[in-house]
T-cell receptor, first 116, second 111 residues
Framework: DTAVSQTPKYLVTQMGNDKSIKCEQN?????MYWYKQDSKKFLKIMFS???????INETVPNRFSPKSPDKAHLNLHINSLELGDSAVYFC???????????????FGPGTRLTVL | QKEVEQDPGPLSVPEGAIVSLNCTYS??????FMWYRQYSRKGPELLMY????GNKEDGRFTAQVDKSSKYISLFIRDSQPSDSATYLC???????????FGSGTKLNVKP
């Protein structure tokens, strides 16, 4: 069984479009995250949700909007896509009741976004 | 200055070699230090997790933290071709509200 799954795996789209990436975890974890990994492998936290509540919101353009319908899902919607948004986006989850992270993060397989 | 610095490599070693991977950091508030392994086109997976200073060993892997020098290391003994991957360090403060990853070191173990 896949612990953290993301869809789609690959996403190729034109500049200016709006797209969404979905993430689901079946680990029963309370906290979920979105990361962006650029071409140089630099992994940067974007958002963190704990029990559907936004905990971490790093400096990210407001074109990026996370949505957590329940604690097992954290989706990422991106408006007006730009060339610089091209990257691999990873979802992750961890068991934490405090909103911080006290143990292992489990990462999804990533969504490779290419903006043309 | 970045919060965490890591040499991107690539680092190429023969099978069986001892590998040393390192990260330096600037924020003395970091208390938790992690190492992840990331295979090509896969998500990172946690290898080692250390709190504060000292050493931690798990099989062929040893994580070392020197807080006085703001320097952490991951040693891999008897390296195998299956160890070929990118290794990322991560650090966080005690309350975990701020955490930072290194840019990753690409390791290639040649058979």
């Amino acid at each position: 069984d896949t612990a953290v799954s993301q869809t789609p795996k690959y996403l190729v789209t034109q500049m200016g479009n709006d797209k969404s990436i979905k993430c689901e975890q079946n680990l029963g974890h309370d906290t979920m995250y979105w990361y962006k990994q650029d071409s140089k492998k630099f992994l940067k936290i974007m958002f963190s949700y704990n029990n559907k509540e936004l905990i971490i919101n790093e400096t990210v353009p407001n074109r990026f909007s996370p949505k957590s319908p329940d604690k097992a899902h954290l989706n990422l919607h991106i408006n007006s896509l730009e060339l610089g948004d091209s990257a691999v986006y990873f979802c992750a989850s961890s068991q934490s009741g405090t909103g911080g992270r006290t143990d292992t993060q489990y990462f999804g397989p990533g969504t490779r976004l290419t903006v043309l | 200055q970045k919060e965490v610095e890591q040499d991107p490599g690539p680092l190429s070693v023969p099978e069986g070699a001892i590998v040393s991977l390192n990260c330096t950091y600037s924020n003395s508030a970091f208390q938790y230090f992690m190492w992840y392994r990331q295979y090509s086109r896969k998500g990172p997976e946690l290898l080692m997790y250390t709190y504060s200073s000292g050493n931690k060993e798990d099989g062929r892997f040893t994580a070392q933290v020197d807080k006085s020098s703001k320097y952490i290391s991951l040693f891999i003994r008897d390296s195998q071709p299956s160890d070929s991957a990118t290794y990322l360090c991560e650090m966080s403060s005690y309350n975990f509200n701020k955490f930072y990853f290194g840019s990753g070191t690409k390791l290639n173990v040649k058979p």
